[in-house]
């Protein structure tokens, strides 16, 4: 059974940064498109970034150059760093895998916040 288990939010100062991890396990990933998605309050869960096996990423415009993702493949792991922080980055932030040769994700995390003061 696919499970995938996000770590790292939590609140923080605007301009501030965080590193969110997500450990996936119960099968092998080597297929696999990792990614984050998030979701503010009020409004509907939104694609934040994704990273291919290769390394490959893709970032929704609204975090480009601010949010990076990466992937340890040994660890079955994708991270989020986020810098400058703002207020509108709050949100529960989920990861999420798919097959690389579908375009929907199947297995999902069960989120964890993040909160950002001004």
């Known amino acids: 059974q696919v499970q995938l288990v996000e770590s790292g939010g939590g609140l923080v100062q605007a301009g501030g940064s965080l590193r969110l991890s997500c450990a996936a396990s119960?099968?092998?990933?080597?297929?696999?498109?990792m990614g984050w998605f998030r979701q503010a309050p009020g409004k509907e869960r939104e694609f934040v970034a994704q990273?291919?096996?290769?390394?490959?990423?893709y970032y929704s415009n609204s975090v480009k150059g601010r949010f990076t993702i990466s992937r340890d493949n040994a660890k079955n792991t994708v991270y989020l760093q986020i810098n400058s922080l703002k207020p509108e980055d709050t949100a529960v932030y989920y990861c999420?895998?798919?097959?690389?040769?579908?375009?929907?994700?199947?297995?999902w995390g069960q989120g964890t916040q993040v909160t950002v003061s001004s």
């Open positions: 999420a895998v798919r097959s690389s040769s579908s375009s929907k994700y199947e297995y």
């Open positions: 119960g099968r092998t990933f080597s297929s696999y498109v």
């Open positions: 990273v291919y096996w290769s390394g490959t990423t």
